[in-house]
């Protein structure tokens, strides 16, 4: 998504978006690319995925079912559960815009 699309969406100013995104990027959650004058940027999905995971193990204490409706809330719009690969999986090198 662009960054001035990201800031209206959030209603942060542009300096402030700027700084949120080079903090995720330099975590390895974010990456971006220049698109002439716009820069985009894109979820790492793995990354985010392995930190949401060590969040939930971190946070239930090895206990996963207590974070279950939160996973479920946070996985719905990624990927069907019949068909991962095709929504955040390696066809897309684990990546969304």
């Known amino acids: 998504m662009a960054a001035g699309d990201i800031a209206r969406e ?3 100013p542009a ?3 700027s700084t949120h995104m080079s903090v995720l990027a330099n975590a ?6 220049r698109h002439s004058r716009s820069i985009v940027y894109a979820v790492d999905v793995t990354a985010m995925r392995a930190l949401l995971g060590f969040l ?7 206990r996963p079912e207590i ?3 939160l996973l479920d809330s946070v996985l719905a719009g ?3 559960p019949a068909e991962p690969a095709d929504c955040c999986g390696p066809s897309n090198n684990g990546v969304i815009q």
């Not at 390895?28 to 690319?33: D, N, P, R, Y």
């Not at 939930?56 to 090895?62: A, F, R, S």
Request: aromatic share 0%.
């Open 10 to 12: 959030l209603d942060l």
């Open 15 to 17: 300096s402030t978006l």
């Open 28 to 33: 390895g959650l974010v990456g971006s690319t």
């Open 56 to 62: 939930v193990e971190d946070c239930c204490q090895g």
């Open 67 to 69: 974070c279950a409706p």
């Open 78 to 80: 990624c990927c069907a």
